[in-house]
């Protein structure tokens, strides 16, 4: 009889070999005009399986699997990744002509059209200085409230020239995949207002913000908040993210110095799904090391989100990550097989359950470590409701073991959350896994360089 791990391990792969999946052949070296072999063409084309989460209702996501061949490119620089989404980095967005795009080695949003790497002290306008701002909003002086005057003048004016640099807007119709190794560092990408867009294979890290804003009212202490996403989907539907990697590298928030008792946070999320965006399909994603996760909904006011914000989560690995896993407001979330590696001192919480959101949790497993309990998972943001069948939890030192995540909760918790949050789940492709073997799939085939590029 073939072991049970391994059982699931074949389904893995069978699963991310799925329909439209095209391997390169032994030997296979025929190149298109943009001097890509033949076989890494037709994986980058590939669309969205269908039934594969919400990106699959209605026409489902094709990306740019339909680019004619002047509109395949294969990018090496910032310069050249602008180039392919249209041109012009300020208009990019609008570009609906379907597009594919290979990125080869790492592409910085630091670097200049020559070439050269600008620094954080490049963007500064000329009257921005840290240690100003420091002095004059240091809240001793200033007190709890806004900041405003010359010196946050300068902050915003520094934050828009960050932004021209470092922000890639991407146009609907659009496909952007990884070869081996490829990285996309210092940088968001910024999808709004542009359906239909796929992004697979690349490793995000280090989306910094040179010019954090001190807010004082953000909770009782006050908080440094940071403007840049590593992928913001905005006021778009239809969107792909599937077997990428979120990272901060070598300059994560804990090595980051403390300001006014709070730490000085220079990175925000990195998958933000808000303002009316809705039909996502995030896949097969590593993320890891990282504070906050994934923000669907940006605002507990009722209005334009309310029947939006329909997301899919599935086979994603969160490794020692701290929060937003995700937080959710408005929106009917699928959250399945997805493995939860909890470790870090600073966690805060998994899934947030936010104003009116839907979250249906199923199937997921969760490694503890030291300090977190399973009553620490879920987080009541004004949310009534959740539903979490076939969950399990392994918290340190003991064995896994089937948990209902919301009597749990409740246990620990007042208000108490309902155990239904009125749906079910339809858009699934393949087989939903046991929990238990979910760590060895996800671990195994989750995150950037799993595909066969």
Known sequence: MRPPLLGATLVAFSLLLAPGVAVAAPGATATDDAGLPRAVEAL??????????????GAGTTGGAAAGDDRVHLVRTRAELVRALGGDNATNKTDATPKVIVVDGVVDGFEADDGTLRSCADLADPAYSLQEYLATYDPAVWGRVAPSGAPEAARVRSVANQTRQTQINVGPNTTIVGLHGATLTGLTLMID???NVIVRNLTFDD????????SPTDGDA??????????????????????????????PDSAQPTYFGRPYQVHDGSLDVTHTASLVTASWNRFTGRDKLMLIGSSNTVGP????????????LFDRVLQRLPRVRFGQVDVYNNWYRLADPGFDYAIGVGVQSAVHAENNYFSLGAGIAAEDLLHDWGGTAITTRGNWV?????????????????????PDLGVDAGWTPTLRAGRVLPAPVVPVVVGMLAGADRLPL
């Open 305 to 316: 989100d309310v029947g939006r914000l329909k997301v899919t989560l599935h086979h994603n």
């Open 207 to 214: 989306a910094r913000d040179c010019f954090p804003a001190w």
């Open 44 to 57: 980058a084309r590939q669309t969205l399986p269908a039934g594969d989460g919400w990106a699959a209702d």
């Open 193 to 195: 207002g542009a359906s």
């Open 394 to 414: 392994r918290a340190d030192g003991d064995r896994p073991r089937p948990v209902d995540l919301v009597a749990t909760y409740n246990a620990a918790h007042d």
């Open 222 to 251: 006050g908080n440094w908040n940071s403007q840049y996403d590593q992928i913001s989907v905005r006021r778009s539907e239809h969107v792909w993210i599937d077997h990428n990697t979120f990272t901060d590298g070598d300059n």
